[in-house]
């Protein structure tokens, strides 16, 4: 393969063309896929026609529809003529109309002047009226000795404007020039807009590459590039359903809306001429001090982008969320900022709702544990009161039994059995009446309270417990005081259940204006999936009850370093407790 067939496979490739070599009848050349545009730069007529010759001959015989636009040095007489010598049957070609040779007045100058894009659209019908009759494709070839110098910054758009155009075409084009007509600078431009040039020197015919044009077919393919991102983005900018506006950035200003999708017009319910070229706090709701529009920009900066929610006030005065995320882009020595947005208007309200279905649930779990308690603490008191009373008068009217009758050991070991029953029977309804709400947790306080119910849990469980509690406790709601419990309750059942411990430690002291309960076991260590699990009821209700005194309960654990449970309540009112 030649050096210009190379040159133009590899061109071909780089500007995705299909690569379909046709023979160029040119020794020097060799094969050239369509779309090749090439010049011919001669001294003599004789050099004229050694290169056109087989030019057009070969094109005749591939069945490609031929046109010669000649000037002096030859007429077209002299070009029929010198065609016939290497193609005999060439009045055959002429009557089919498969050859054309046309003078340039005829085809360059028709209509008086040269007009490149007549020039351009007459190629064009001639390639597609080929192409319908049958032609494999189309090659040509116009010569311009005749041009003035006057003329030669319109012939050299007119090269570069085939040059950029017959690419997508099945054409071949070459130009010839007389070396005698053209100056340095002149051939210059010739040779900058083809893919080669063809020369003479020591008498053989070279082909010699446009070194610049690889660049130019890169530059090409990167302005495509460019086209096709530009036209995806207008695409995406007009059709998208969120707000975008593109921002030019202002150090220490707010920034200033360059352009605005219609979804953002149609949102903030601005014409086009009324939004352009305002700062973007003409639809922001709130003015933003300085220093937020600073933290703003820093943050874009720092990371090209930025992510806000801010409040947008519509032209007709109504407000609505959106969340903004902003990308820095720059353009010459401008700051820009792509800002596309969504209304967070329904997500907001579906926020609320959940919020407001949320606290109403709570309150429910805080009434029906309000409830709770005070149905445990009426039971536990008429266990008291009724259970207890009659278990002591039974215990009683045993004794008094056991003095009457003597020395009848029989019934003495009988009502000594009963006796033992109702001690037993007494001490399990005093502990259930104690579960069910301590008496001394109204008589004795919290602090006391828990001593007890760490005693009986280690005595029940078998287990070392220890406790610890600050002089300085204060005074506590009864409310305070029974969630505490309960917590403290719970813990330690789920120790009792699930630790495997062999030691538990509770710390109730008061800090930073808060009453902590700690409770800590020596176990195998709570895993982060129980933490969280749907089914941890007992940690829920533990949650729960700190949520509804404005609280935090914080829950973690080793693998065999034990679990601790950490209940933080606020001793100050806060905003939004029950």
């Known amino acids: 393969m030649k050096d210009a067939s190379k040159t133009m496979v590899q061109l071909a490739l780089a500007e995705g063309r299909e690569v379909d070599l046709q023979p160029s009848g040119i020794a020097a050349v060799g094969e050239v896929p369509w779309g090749t545009h090439f010049c011919q730069l001669y001294a003599t007529k004789q050099d004229l026609a050694d290169i056109l010759v087989p030019y057009f001959q070969v ?12 000037s002096p040095p030859f007429t077209v007489d002299e070009a029929w003529e010198r065609l016939a010598r290497a193609v005999p049957d060439i009045d055959s070609y002429r009557e089919r109309g498969r050859i054309k040779i046309v003078p340039h007045t005829e085809w360059y100058l028709a209509g008086g002047s040269f007009d490149q894009d007549r020039l351009l659209k007459g190629w064009v019908e001639q390639l597609d009226s080929a192409l319908c009759r049958g032609c494999a494709g189309m090659r040509v070839s116009g010569d311009f000795s005749w041009l003035e110098r006057s003329d030669w910054q319109r012939l050299v758009e007119y090269e570069a404007a085939v040059d950029a155009a017959i690419g997508q075409h099945r054409m071949l084009a070459l130009c010839t020039y007389c070396l005698e007509r053209r100056t340095a600078a002149e051939i210059v431009d010739v040779v900058r807009n083809h893919r080669f040039a063809l020369l003479r020197r020591e008498g053989a015919w070279e082909a010699i590459p446009n070194g610049s044009h ?14 096709e991102s530009e036209a995806r983005y207008r695409s995406l900018f007009k059709h998208a359903n969120d707000v975008i506006l593109l921002l030019e950035l202002v150090p220490g200003e707010y920034p200033v809306i360059r352009d605005a999708n219609q979804a953002a017009l149609d949102a903030l319910g601005y014409a086009r001429d009324e939004l352009i070229g305002q700062p973007i706090s003409v639809v922001e709701a709130a003015e933003l001090p300085e220093a937020v529009i600073r933290q703003r920009e820093c943050r874009t900066l720092d990371s090209g982008e930025g992510m806000f929610e801010v409040l947008h006030r519509r032209k007709d005065g109504s407000v609505f969320p959106v969340e903004a995320a902003m990308t820095e882009i720059s353009i010459g020595e401008k700051r820009l900022a792509i800002s596309i947005e969504r209304d967070l208007t329904e997500r907001k309200q579906a926020e609320n709702a959940l919020r407001a279905s949320r606290e109403e649930l709570r309150n429910l779990a805080a ?11 009426t039971i536990a008191r008429e266990i008291h009161d009724e259970l207890g009373q009659a278990m002591t008068a039974l215990k009683m009217d045993l004794a008094a039994l056991a003095n009457s009758v003597g020395d009848n ?13 109702v001690n037993s029977t007494i001490k399990a309804v005093q502990r259930l009446q104690s579960e069910l709400r301590p008496n001394m947790l109204d008589d004795l306080g919290l602090g006391e309270t828990l001593r007890w ?7 029940r469980a078998k287990m070392a417990c220890s406790i610890s509690i600050s002089a300085n406790l204060e005074p506590l709601d009864e409310g305070v005081s029974i969630a505490v419990f309960r917590v403290c309750q ?14 538990v430690q509770v710390d109730l002291r008061q800090e930073d204006g808060n009453l902590v309960l700690e409770v800590r076991d020596d176990g195998k260590g709570i895993e982060p999936p129980q933490i969280q699990s749907a089914t941890s009821f007992g940690l829920l209700g533990m949650r729960e009850r700190a949520v509804a005194l404005g609280g935090d309960l914080e829950v973690w654990g080793a693998p065999d370093r034990g679990t601790t449970v950490v209940l933080t309540i606020p001793l100050a009112p806060a905003r939004g407790a029950r």
């Open 59 to 70: 094109g005749l015989e591939r069945n490609e529809l031929c046109i010669w636009v000649t």
């Open 214 to 227: 690889g660049d130019v077919s890169r530059r090409r393919q990167a302005e495509q590039a460019l086209r």
């Open 367 to 377: 009434h029906l544990q309000q409830i709770a308690e005070s149905e445990r603490k």
């Open 409 to 421: 050991l029989e019934a003495l070991n009988k009502i000594r059995s009963a006796s033992k029953l």
């Open 453 to 459: 119910q760490l005693a009986e849990f280690g005595k």
């Open 490 to 503: 719970e813990a330690l059942t789920n120790v009792a259940r699930h630790a495997a411990a062999s030691s």
